[in-house]
């Protein structure tokens, strides 16, 4: 069991960036693979990135590589998601999921989610 608690969202200008924060309680965080996903108004909530247990492996989504990193601190449970270069169409609610499994096989555990919302 693991509770996750998303924060670092809020509202930055076109070009800017921001640091979102998942952290966890529990004792297994350091076995799950960790995943950040998001959601827009009227659209299906979506994979942005992951990062193995170890944080040897990363994963994104191809429109934000190159300008979004996760990484992971398993002595201090937990992630995070750097975004850079915030665009428009990154305005979404940006939920951690723990225990990831895939894109399409995101775990049971989620937070409740953090908004980010990018100005143009």
């Known amino acids: 069991q693991v509770q996750l608690v998303e924060s670092g969202g809020g509202l930055v200008q076109a070009g800017g960036s921001l640091r979102l924060s998942c952290a966890a309680s529990?004792?297994?965080?350091?076995?799950?693979?960790m995943g950040w996903f998001r959601q827009a108004p009227g659209k299906e909530r979506e994979f942005v990135a992951a990062?193995?247990?170890?944080?040897?492996?990363?994963y994104y989504t191809d429109s934000v590589k190159g300008r979004f990193t996760i990484s992971r601190d398993n002595a201090k449970n937990t992630v995070w998601l750097q975004m850079n270069s915030l665009k428009p169409e990154d305005t979404a609610v940006y939920y951690c999921?723990?225990?990831?499994?895939?894109?399409?096989?995101?775990?049971?555990?989620w937070g409740q989610g953090t908004q980010v919302t990018v100005s143009s």
């Open positions: 999921n723990a225990d990831f499994n895939g894109p399409a096989a995101p775990g049971d555990y």
């Open positions: 529990g004792r297994t965080f350091s076995s799950y693979a």
């Open positions: 990062i193995s247990w170890s944080g040897g492996s990363t």
